[in-house]
């Protein structure tokens, strides 16, 4: 994810904002995006196999030294996520103590406890083994560590009661292979297998404290571009250039505070009769393509002196970069861009939808540092990771839409943070599968 200086000064209002973005400001909330591994791990969690067994407090330092110091010549599997020692009263409710269980006789008697999602119950009382209070119950390994017989013979080590056949018994037990990603998924995974630490970063995606400072930096203007972004896609659509899909960059790192570099609608019907609009359009006047070419008019004229670049409304041009309404050509001619950027990078763009899988790319390599948009394209979309099924296509397919996640990629070379705004009173498109 691209780097972003703080400020010296209090940022101040965007300069349009005393007029026009408060006269459009949307009502909603940001719910920041998963990571495709964050939603993967929520739907598909892996698990693996592990041993537990009650052990007397008092032996608790003993018994962890023995089989760790025995399981450290094996490949061990990390589970430094889950606790090795917990009180009766903190385990799930279908691990909570069974007085019926025996100790199995041998591996084929293994009792295995499968996961529920049921919620914790009655918690008892703390009694050990043939009279013996206080008792822990201890998570020893992953069953592919070592064998059964091997841990029974580790524990008789320490407690001879094993060996006698009057100790508890062994068992086998569903855990989560992977780290929780957050506070919640830590307390679901503590109900349904065994009690679990979440240890406040996330190994699936951008920090958590990352997300909450940016958050809270963009969320009381977010309504403001939104509501510019709706009104840039309905003026391109009522002229019928284009689809009611709006876009609008911001730079942040103005030192007049927040500034609306360019906006867009989307035009890919521009130039084109209405006998003949049928497809897709013309992809390249998607509005973040617009966008994007428009700030690339203005790097260009940066480079080469000037202050704005010059409007040629009268030739022809296949990609639309140049302003296309009254309100486009008001923030074009009026917006300037600080000397010495390379493309988007760090800029904020705001949209109306999702955008499709080419508008994601082209976001990536534009280098933009954060992306919010407004309705999700679970069909189309580039952004989402979640899977969403059960939507019907305007040909009749009902298959799933995978999530692609892109805006933050291991395997891609940039990352950067991204946002739905849930906003109730914006009209979705009629077309679900419409590329936006």
């Keep these: 994810m691209g780097s972003r200086s703080d400020a010296e000064s209090p940022q101040q209002p965007d300069r349009l904002s005393d007029g026009l973005l408060k006269t459009l400001t949307r009502s909603g909330c940001l719910i920041a995006l998963r990571t495709k591994a964050e939603a993967k791990l929520l739907n598909d969690v892996q698990t693996t196999e592990a041993y537990i067994t009650e052990i ?31 009180k009766p009263e903190h385990l799930p409710s279908h691990l909570q103590k069974d007085e019926d269980k025996e100790r199995p006789k041998s591996l084929g008697d293994i009792v295995v406890d499968p996961p529920r999602s049921t919620g914790v119950g009655a918690t008892n009382p703390v009694t050990g083994f043939n009279g013996q ?19 029974q013979s ?10 006698s056949g009057l100790g508890p018994c062994v068992r086998i037990i569903k855990v ?11 307390e679901k995974f503590s109900r349904q297998y065994w009690p679990t630490v979440y240890k406040g970063g996330n190994p699936f995606g951008p920090h958590p404290s990352i997300f909450a400072r940016a958050t ?5 203007q977010a309504g403001d571009y939104m509501g510019l972004a709706m009104r840039a896609g309905r003026a391109t659509s009522s002229e019928g250039k284009g689809e009611p899909i709006g876009a609008v960059i911001v730079d942040r790192s103005c030192s007049k505070g927040p500034t609306v570099v360019v906006v867009a609608g989307d035009a890919r019907w521009n130039n084109i009769a209405k006998s003949e609009e049928s497809g897709s359009g013309n992809v390249m006047a998607h509005a973040v393509m617009r966008a ?18 010059a409007m040629d409304g009268e030739q022809p041009n296949l990609f639309n970069d140049e302003p296309l309404t009254p309100l486009e050509r008001d923030v074009y001619s009026r917006a300037i861009l600080a000397p010495g950027g390379y493309l988007c990078r760090d800029f904020e763009l705001y949209l109306t939808h999702e955008p499709c899988l080419m508008c994601s790319m082209a976001i990536l390599h534009s280098r933009f540092g954060r992306v919010v948009f407004g309705q999700r394209m679970p069909r189309t979309g580039g952004l989402t990771a979640d899977i969403v099924g059960g939507i019907t ?13 892109l805006w933050w990629c291991p395997e891609l070379n940039w990352k950067y943070l991204a946002w739905s705004f849930d906003d109730p009173s914006q009209t979705a498109l009629s077309e679900r599968d419409i590329h936006a």
Excluded: W
């Design 56 to 86: 007397p407090l008092k032996s608790a330092s003993a018994v962890l030294k023995t089989v760790d110091s025995a399981i450290r010549e094996f490949e061990p599997i990390n589970l430094n996520h889950l606790r090795r020692l917990v």
């Design 133 to 151: 209070p206080p008792i822990l119950h201890f998570l020893a390994c992953a069953t592919s560590v070592i064998s059964y017989e091997h841990l």
């Design 154 to 163: 580790l524990l008789s080590i320490v407690l001879p009661s094993l060996a």
């Design 176 to 186: 989560p292979l992977t780290s929780p990603a957050s506070h919640d998924q830590a």
């Design 216 to 220: 809270e930096e963009i969320q009381h």
């Design 292 to 309: 994007i070419g428009m700030v690339a008019k203005k790097r260009l004229a940066l480079a080469n002196g000037l202050q704005a670049p």
């Design 393 to 405: 296509s305007c040909t009749g397919d009902s298959a799933p839409r995978s999530g692609y996640g």
